[in-house]
């Protein structure tokens, strides 16, 4: 037992510092037995070499098909949420598009879910192995909407539930998105544990996992990203039955790379196989994501590429043994938009659709109006996601905060804006321009830190560069390149 | 006394206690954030009637007992939508303006 069975918080006062430090490692130490009782699961039996894994076999152990995940979803009131197309920001488009130019604009309004974001779909599953497996309750480490759905779901199944979430900076100064996301996880009942900058998070989310015996439901595992192909397959099924085609293109924030693999995953098993998978990032760039001065100098606090860029280029920093998110099987494009065009979307959103939403799902709209300018329109575009707003979570709230830690907010040009240190609000829709975000170097990032984390003097085999191709969505000659290139330093 | 700042037994209250001192945090923080404690502020019942800034027991949501000093007695929320961003109130008008003309010149 680590919390209150000696003295001031989950720490023993009376222990000399060294012990303490000690203590982190040694609980760090012991990660994959806790993770292994914590999640029901022993990923050893999946690993090949010290590169290749099992993926497709890691995915279907827990045994569930994509109809029993959607019933078991609908069963918790997640699931089969509204398609609506968008008719007036895809007039807005086409009103400066070139001739003929300009494909039909849709969104999936995931904020008809429980809880109020397409985070359910992957904590209804997580929460569905708890209480099939028999555990008491659930531990999550998140500041954003997964806590909720964590939050929600467990009180529906009567578990006991906590989420550690990063919330303040030293200051005790809380991003109010966060904020927001500790009263709703407190509306739901789960107990919040409310943490000052770092990624300590994480080694005090096994504590907690050591002491009371829950069940680790992470971000990150089998369950969580199987309960999101079922987005995606409704998405490739509505758009099917809409225009007799699958989607052009469908566009996904991507963070911790589960959002694009569920979802393109989902696209796949309906039979979606044209449909361009098109991640997209909020541009934080510069940003240090455990600095505690940064920390507040942000407007968002997911989807933008502090967590996408390494999460897509070592999926396996995750807090499960292997990640079952691996974004960069999947995503045919990555692009990037400042947060002042997340912003301005957000905005029109609310004014021209009726659609007032949180931040998280206009990052792909502010990606999905740029692409779908320099497309026909006869072609069509798919925002998989919405997700709730209210106070804390609004631009409103949002822009406010920034300027009071001293962000510029101003109209302009948003190429021009310096994440940080500047905001700038598109002036007109034409200036939504997202950026192309090169695959290749991205890859050549994966398989360097595969190899990396393979030991050094490791040399791949035939099996490991095959693995490394359908990891990065790439040709075993390609790897290859990667390799010899990386061996010559 | 002002009643957020005294609890009894049994009142919703929230503690704050120092997770990790600087000295134990992970290697590799930027400097930053490596000179500052680790703080937690969590939420629960008193166990004890206490003044803010006394040391102080709790149960928390799922039964466990955590220690720490009182921070808040009964607290809220207070986060908002705040005021409309100046940069932003005219979207909506300019926006819908320019659809109009658009449609009217046909497509």
């Known amino acids: ?489 | 006394m002002d009643e957020t700042m005294k609890c009894a037994v049994g009142d919703w209250v929230e503690v704050r206690y120092v997770l990790l001192e600087p000295a134990d945090r992970a290697a590799n923080l930027p400097a930053d954030t490596a000179a500052q404690p680790l703080l937690v502020w969590m939420k629960g019942f008193a166990r004890a009637e206490a003044i803010v800034g006394e040391d102080l027991s709790i149960e928390t949501t799922t039964g466990r007992t955590v220690t720490g000093v009182l921070t808040d007695v009964n607290p809220g929320y207070t986060h908002t939508f705040g005021r409309p961003a100046p940069e932003l109130t005219h979207v909506g008008r300019d926006l819908r303006a320019r659809l109009a003309v658009w449609r009217k010149g046909g497509e």
């Not at chain 1, 959002?259 to 979606?272: D, E, I, S, V």
């Not at chain 1, 925002?383 to 406010?400: C, D, I, M, R, S």
């Open chain 1, 1 to 489: 037992m680590w919390a209150g069975t000696c003295g001031r918080g989950s720490r023993c006062g009376a222990r000399a510092v060294s012990d303490v430090a000690s203590r982190t490692e040694a609980i760090l130490a012991r990660k994959g037995e806790i993770m292994k009782r914590a999640l029901g699961m022993d990923y050893s039996e999946f690993e090949r070499s010290p590169i290749a894994f099992d993926y497709e076999g890691m995915m279907a152990a827990h045994g569930y098909s994509l109809d029993q995940i959607t019933a078991i979803q609908a069963a918790a009131g997640v699931g089969s949420t509204p398609l609506l197309e968008l008719h007036n920001l895809t007039d807005l488009v086409r009103s400066y598009a070139g001739p003929g130019m300009g494909a039909r604009l849709f969104v999936k309004d995931e904020c008809a879910n429980m809880a109020g974001s397409f985070k359910d779909r992957r904590a209804s599953m997580s929460i569905h192995a708890a209480k099939a497996k028999g555990y008491a309750g659930v531990i999550a480490a998140t500041s954003g909407n997964y806590g909720a759905a964590v939050s929600s779901q467990a009180a529906r199944a009567s578990l006991a539930c906590i989420i550690c979430q990063e919330a303040f900076d030293s200051r005790h100064v809380g991003q109010p998105e966060i904020i927001e996301k500790s009263r709703i996880c407190e509306a739901f009942g789960a107990e919040v544990i409310q943490m000052t900058v770092g990624p300590e998070l994480f080694s005090h989310m096994l504590e907690l996992l050591d002491e009371t015996g829950y069940f680790a439901a992470s971000l990150y595992s089998t369950y969580g990203i199987s309960g999101i192909e079922t987005l995606g397959a409704e998405v490739a099924h509505e758009i099917t039955a809409l225009t007799g085609a699958p989607p052009t293109a469908v566009v996904i924030t991507h963070a911790g790379g589960g959002n694009t693999t569920g979802t393109a995953r989902g696209l796949r098993r309906a039979g979606a196989l044209t449909t361009e998978v098109v991640s997209a990032s909020v541009d934080l760039s510069g940003l240090h994501m455990a600095s505690d001065t940064d920390f507040n100098r942000k407007s968002f606090t997911t989807g933008h590429t502090g967590f996408g860029v390494p999460f897509a280029t070592w999926p396996d920093r995750a807090d499960v043994p292997r990640n079952a998110a691996r974004a960069l099987r999947y995503m045919d494009r990555y692009l990037t938009v400042t947060q002042g065009e997340v912003f301005y979307v957000t905005e029109a959103m609310a004014k021209l659709e009726g659609l007032e939403r949180g931040p998280s799902g206009n990052t792909a709209m502010a990606a999905a109006i740029s692409i779908a300018r320099d497309l026909p329109r006869d072609a069509t575009v798919v925002v998989q996601e919405t997700e709730y707003t209210g106070a804390g979570k609004h631009h409103w709230a949002q822009l406010n905060f920034a300027r009071e830690n001293g962000v510029e907010v101003r109209l302009g040009d948003p190429r021009q804006s310096v994440p940080g240190r500047s905001i700038v609000i598109p002036e007109r829709p034409e200036q939504i321009r997202a950026v192309e975000m090169d695959l290749g170097k991205l890859r050549h990032s994966y398989v360097r830190h595969a190899l990396a984390h393979a030991g050094e003097g490791y040399v791949p085999s035939a099996e490991d560069v095959a693995f490394l191709a359908a990891d990065t969505n790439s040709t075993p000659e390609a790897v290859e390149e990667i390799v010899a290139g990386l061996k010559e330093g």
